[in-house]
């Protein structure tokens, strides 16, 4: 049940491809009753790296481990809708192993002998391999988290960090095309999707 690398070294754990769409990809267990709160953090804190200059910060707290996530009600109620859209479709599965993504995209020009257009084109992924698993008991909950769950969450958001910091340069700026938001802040014109797998 722990981060699983198959043998690889912690870079090759992270699966990052050198190509124009970078690909970051993880794995961890999580106790049913914890499966919400924890998706909704990590999904947040993914944002919240990839629109940090144009948001301000404000934090949340799940299994005592402190996630920076984007001060945006508004962005907090869309993630928080697909985690629940996610939560109805495995119902009263008690164990499910599946990937969930979340993917940023941008519009870029698109050329055909025939005419000119735009095109989505993906330029970074982030895969997150689920395992859920019910404990039979309040000990048995208890175990999973602390012995599995917190422990892959921290070493998730150091790799996290390390992977911001060293891939940069495919991120699209903000430009002219920005919009502005409510708050007096800047929304990237590029977009994001939430994507989960099956699971069994």
């Given amino acids: 049940m722990n981060d699983r690398n198959n043998g690889k070294d912690e870079d090759e754990a992270e699966a990052v491809h050198p190509t124009a769409c970078q690909t970051f990809e993880s794995s961890f267990t999580v106790e049913r009753t914890q499966v919400k709160d924890v998706l909704r953090a990590l999904l947040l804190a ?17 299994l005592g481990i402190t996630f920076s996530i984007p001060n945006d009600p508004e962005l907090a109620k869309t993630v928080t809708d697909r985690v629940d859209a996610f939560w109805r479709t495995i119902g009263s599965v008690r164990n ?32 997150l391999n689920v395992q859920v698993q019910t404990g039979q008991s309040e000990r ?11 422990p892959a969450l921290q ?28 708050a007096g802040g800047t929304k990237p014109s590029w977009s994001w999707a939430i994507i989960f797998g099956s699971g069994g």
């Avoid at 993914?46 to 799940?62: A, E, K, M, N």
């Avoid at 993504?101 to 005419?115: D, G, M, Q, V």
């Avoid at 257009?117 to 993906?122: C, F, K, L, N, S």
């Avoid at 150091?158 to 920005?178: A, C, Q």
């Fill in 46 to 62: 993914i944002l919240f790296q990839r629109t940090y200059s144009t948001v301000s910060p404000t934090t949340l707290d799940v």
């Fill in 96 to 127: 499910w192993n599946g990937q969930i993504s979340l993917i940023f995209s941008e519009k870029r020009p698109k050329k055909t002998w025939f005419a000119k257009g735009e095109e989505d084109v993906a330029w970074e992924k982030w895969i």
């Fill in 155 to 182: 070493a998730l958001l150091l790799k996290m960090l390390r992977f911001v910091n060293k891939y940069k340069d495919h991120v699209p700026l903000i430009t002219e095309s920005s919009s502005t938001d409510g």
């Fill in 140 to 150: 048995q909950r208890t175990s999973i988290s602390t012995d599995y769950t917190q």
